[in-house]
């Protein structure tokens, strides 16, 4: 069997040099879609059977056959010629080989065109469901450590220089709702791509009398292209996914930051499993965060697989070209990535160790409860400017004495202010001040724990 005969040869022999068969293939990328396309193409012999096109005998021999080549698929027996030219091919000629004539029926009032576009949603219609699917168990396992360190306090920054006091429950949290976007992005996304072009076929539709709408019906998809020229020529949705896709990688990197600064030794703030590490070849003391920089290495690559997107169909004229062929690496490669790299993830976080500690001690060191001590100025009646101007004297005072705000003896407090009584120290506790965090979207734990249950809730949704 194979690929050496062209079943699109006629207008020419079909005689092309083998560099030009190796050049034009795409079976090595497409070959995955084979489900896809022997249900598609199932669904398409049951419309053409409906409308009258082909005989009872004709299609059930082509869903039959259809079906076997699934199974011998799936079960090894038959193997996918790489020769041939894309998998649309491969699987038709097959088919053509084990039921004769009746497979030649099967392409009548479609294209390749329309074809490889209804595959490819069909395909990435999957991929979104499934990377849903992945970044929701990612969620729940970031729901899950922020609960458990919701009162856990560490610095929280601005600039990368110690700020405010969160938690690093908070702190966790702030990704889950980035993922939450990601996730309904992805869910957008879905409702474009669930849209079905067969029926366009090469371009200008078909002199057939066919049924899009029952075709689509048969495959589970909630709507159809209303414009043939379009529907064969439009990849948005597969830009939109390597866009969103990209943001999700984004996130990722973010995070990854993080993870890599936390686990060094000059923070100590969490402690990577063995899993999610590895050592030096020269250096026994390492543990080296690799799984984390691959992440944030690894979204350059996923930013290509955009841009690669954008600039393929930037130029090009209506309606269907080969240069649309260059779709499929590009998002097979993004989605690949972007699962592999949220399973990573998941695992990490499920089984990091928190180093409290090390957050609190970096929290009480850094005069993050500087805009406590303001706030407690203002309490007493000072303008807040007058009051921003005596926190930060008395904190130059700390640092020139080599004091915190927790120890600086009330005597110097007052050398600044005579405003303040003992109870400042109540008010630059560093527990206090992040338990009178309380406004919406706070680090307060109660706070904390409302924003687990809203994005717990949305995911159950």
């Known amino acids: 069997m194979a690929g050496s005969e062209k079943m699109w040869a006629g207008r020419t022999g079909g005689n092309t040099e083998k560099i030009s068969d190796e050049f034009n293939s795409s079976i090595g990328f497409d070959s995955r879609m084979y489900r896809e396309d022997i249900r598609g193409s199932i669904a398409h012999a049951r419309m053409l059977l409906k409308q009258g096109i082909i005989s009872e005998f004709d299609c059930e021999a082509i869903v039959k056959g259809l079906e076997g080549i699934l199974a011998d698929l799936e079960s090894g027996e038959l193997k996918i010629d790489m020769s041939c030219e894309d998998i649309h091919m491969f699987v038709e000629q097959v088919l053509t080989e084990r039921i004769g004539n009746s497979g030649k029926k099967l392409h009548t009032a479609r294209s390749r065109n329309d074809q490889v576009a209804l ?6 219609m999957g991929q979104i469901k499934e990377t849903v699917s992945l970044t929701n168990d990612l969620v729940r396992a970031i729901c899950d450590l922020a609960e458990k360190n919701a009162d856990t306090i560490m610095p929280g920054y601005t600039h990368l220089q110690r700020a405010q006091p969160v938690s690093f429950g908070h702190h966790l949290m702030a ?71 990209s943001i999700i990688m984004m996130h990722l990197s973010r995070l990854s930051e993080e993870f890599v600064l936390w686990s060094s030794w000059e923070f100590k703030f969490i402690e990577l499993s063995d899993g999610y590490t590895t050592g030096s070849s020269i250096m026994p003391q390492k543990k080296n965060p690799d799984m984390a920089e691959l992440v944030r290495g690894k979204t350059g690559r996923v930013y290509g697989d955009l841009m690669t997107l954008l600039t393929v169909m930037k130029g090009l004229p209506l309606a269907y070209n080969k240069d649309m062929q260059e779709d499929k690496e590009a998002i097979f490669d993004a989605v690949d990535t972007v699962k592999n790299y949220i399973r990573i993830y998941t695992g990490m976080i ?9 957050m609190k001690k970096a929290a009480q060191n850094g005069f993050i409860n500087a805009t406590d001590l303001a706030d407690y100025l203002v309490g007493k009646g000072m303008p807040f400017r007058s009051a921003y101007k005596a926190s930060g004297l008395i904190v130059a005072l700390c640092i020139d004495k080599n004091y915190t705000l927790e120890t600086l003896p009330l005597e110097l407090y007052r050398s600044v202010s005579e405003d303040i009584d003992e109870d400042v120290y109540d008010a630059v506790n560093i527990d206090n001040c992040l338990a009178r965090r309380k406004s919406y979207g706070g680090p307060e734990k109660k706070s904390v724990f409302r924003q687990i249950k809203e994005v717990r809730g949305e995911l159950d949704d």
């Not at 595959?119 to 990435?124: E, K, S």
């Not at 499920?350 to 090390?358: G, H, I, Y």
């Open 119 to 124: 595959d490819l949603r069909l395909y990435l």
């Open 175 to 245: 990704y889950a709702s980035m993922l939450l976007r990601d996730i309904k992005r992805l869910w957008d996304c879905y409702l474009r791509t669930n849209v079905s072009p067969i029926g366009a076929c090469a371009l200008a539709g078909t002199t057939y009398n066919t049924d899009r709408g029952y075709e689509a019906s048969l495959l589970g998809i909630g709507d159809i292209t209303s414009n043939s020229m379009d529907s064969v020529s439009d990849r948005d949705f597969v830009i939109e996914l390597a866009a969103d896709l």
């Open 350 to 358: 499920s089984t990091m160790k928190v180093n409290e500690e090390a």
